[in-house]
T-cell receptor, first 113, second 114 residues
């Protein structure tokens, strides 16, 4: 069965600190992986995506993620967090020919000055 | 290019009332989706439409109906609202024919059923 696990419900970091948000997936086919960000009261915006090739992908706003097939993980990272990064982050998985994406339950990021 | 638009932004209903949530996209996408978002549960798919003229159930379709009015518009109807349908509803769209492309989301409709 397809599933996405984001084990951290809430993370608090200081502004300027590094960030890593975890995502593990279970999928029967070759996965396509996405990270979305949702600011309060807003819709979801795509941060980055992985389809194939280089396992380290760069996204918008200085975010990157690394696909590790052996660990079924697609963790999101940022070297230095800004106050404007406070939001909820969702990992999602899909596959070739599949109509749907499966979303994790999200990780809420709080940034303290 | 407005992307995906949803109306209304907010709505309060009484139990048993009906309403239709509207969604439109101007990106010429074939596939459209309706999700609901509840605290601690992420996004759950209600219905989707892979192309104009087709609709399919998602994970949580009970209590909802959809209409793919044309390629641009995909509406979600609650015939008899229940408090369990209090949620934030998101519409999304994506291209098809090229696998794996991301979905684009609207700003959401926050629905409260009392």
């Amino acid at each position: 069965a397809q599933s996405v696990t984001q084990p951290d419900i809430h993370i608090t970091v200081s502004e300027g600190a590094s960030l890593e948000l975890r995502c593990n997936y279970s999928y029967g086919a070759t996965p396509y992986l996405f990270w979305y960000v949702q600011s309060p009261g807003q819709g979801l915006q795509l941060l980055l995506k992985y389809f194939s090739g280089d396992t380290l992908v760069q996204g918008i706003k200085g975010f990157e993620a690394e696909f590790k097939r052996s660990q079924s993980s697609f963790n999101l990272r940022k070297p230095s967090v800004h106050w404007s990064d406070a939001a909820e982050y969702f990992c999602a998985v899909g596959a070739m020919g599949a109509n749907n994406l499966f979303f994790g339950t999200g990780t809420r990021l709080t940034v303290i000055p | 290019n407005a992307g995906v638009t949803q109306t209304p932004k907010f709505q309060v209903l009484k139990t048993g009332q009906s309403m239709t949530l509207q969604c439109a996209q101007d990106m010429n996408h074939n596939s459209m989706y309706w999700y609901r978002q509840d605290p601690g549960m992420g996004l759950r798919l209600i219905y989707y439409s892979a192309s104009e003229g087709t609709t399919d159930k998602g994970e949580v379709p009970n209590g909802y109906n959809v209409s793919r009015l044309n390629k641009r518009e995909f509406s979600l109807r609650l015939e008899s609202a229940a408090p369990s349908q209090t949620s934030v509803y998101f519409c999304a769209s994506r291209e098809t024919g090229v696998w794996g492309l991301e979905q684009y989301f609207g700003p959401g409709t926050r629905l409260t059923v009392t």
